[in-house]
């Protein structure tokens, strides 16, 4: 092997978890042969600064705007030791996100300045969204889409600046899961993985319709066996599904949870999981026993009206037989509400407050109000998010409160500055 590549995650990010992107990119190449170095700036920081977690994780554009400058300020020798550890290094992998975006071209920027002959290359879902705009800098090599195919085209030599949606087909393909490279004391005992990428479902307001161009998934048996190496190798128990949802097939999460219960494997996990009408309450039983512990779900909305305009699929008459059914199999969940979607009026907002009052008793926790965010900037002429949509989300939160409904403080309008 030669040291070829290092991928560096940047500040500010989620702190619970290794970076996903970083473990399954350095897993891939090492298995191609090529040596690979990761490097978590961002828990490293965080854990140099004194100031609490929910500074790091809250939306705030200033703070994002200045914490290079003034980390490179206040802790000097952490960026020399960083420049130190790229000398052997002929590629450097970022991967962007919006929240990041000031910290990792601030410090892309400084390493071409320390390291001319270097290949600099941006991965991640921010730049998606720099291509649509046209802003792809000719100063960086540029993945769009997940990376493991045009990485290995770059370690090995293409000289091509852009990288569009080169998708592996068999995701059963890869190899395991790599998380070697980091320190995992530094996190909460419990590992992210993906059982699927991409979307079989469409929501029209929903980002992921860009990440990705088709959806694959793992099979059952691939994930037991990676799930069974990790948790032998790194002793750790606890595991996040971060796909979009988790029940995208019926039958393969039947499998799934069949495998964990036959083969014993006494795990506990978490998913995201989109309310369906064929969900059968037997699932939710072999669910629980097989060790999930909670389940995030995009209701989005109590009006009919507005989940048919957001394409959701589904209507509150069946999220609220969903909810019976996870209830029933005493299985925790967490909901998340948009309000202020385009053509939302008085009636629709109504709607909503009114299903989460009459099945109050089948949810347990309220994650997310947000006022709805145009990602895909599909109503150029409007503003968003919309004074009407925060007025929304205030009204929705004092009813929180006045029904005693559980809900996250820290999650009320997290996804907007």
Sequence with gaps: MNESVHIIN??????????LGSAYLKAYLEKNDVDVKVLDINIALFQLYSFPKSDWLTLNETFERNL???????????????YKRLEGSQVIGFSLFKRNAHFTLSLARRIREKFPDKRIVMGGPQTIFLDNMDMLSKDYTWVIGEGELPFLKIARGDKARVFRFEEIDNLDS???????????KSYQPVLPLFSSRGCRFKCAFCSENLLYRKFRQHSPKYIIEMIKTLKAKYDIST?????????????????LCERLLNEKINIKWEAQIRIAANFPQTLGVKMKKSGCYNLFI?????????????????????????????????????????????EENEADFQETIS??????????????????????????????PSAQGLQRVAACTDFLKNEEINYTRSFINNLIY
């Design 174 to 184: 890869l190899p395991f899961l790599d998380f070697d490279n980091f320190n995992l």
């Design 68 to 82: 290079f400058d003034e980390s490179e300020r206040i802790f000097p020798q952490f960026f020399n030791n960083i």
């Design 298 to 342: 995009g209701l989005e909305s109590g009006s009919n009206r507005i989940l048919n305009l957001m394409k959701k699929g589904f209507d509150s008459e069946t999220a609220a037989t969903f909810f019976d059914h996870l209830k029933a199999a005493d299985l925790h969940f967490e909901i998340s509400l948009i309000f202020g979607y385009p």
């Design 10 to 19: 940047t500040p500010p990010g989620w702190l619970k978890s290794p970076p």
């Design 355 to 384: 299903f989460i009052s009459k099945n109050k008793h089948l949810i347990p926790k309220v994650a997310q109000v947000n006022p709805f965010v145009d990602y895909l900037n599909a109503f150029p002429n409007e503003v968003y």
């Design 239 to 255: 595991f996040v599904f971060c796909d979009s949802m988790i029940n995208s097939d019926t039958a393969w999460l039947d499998e």
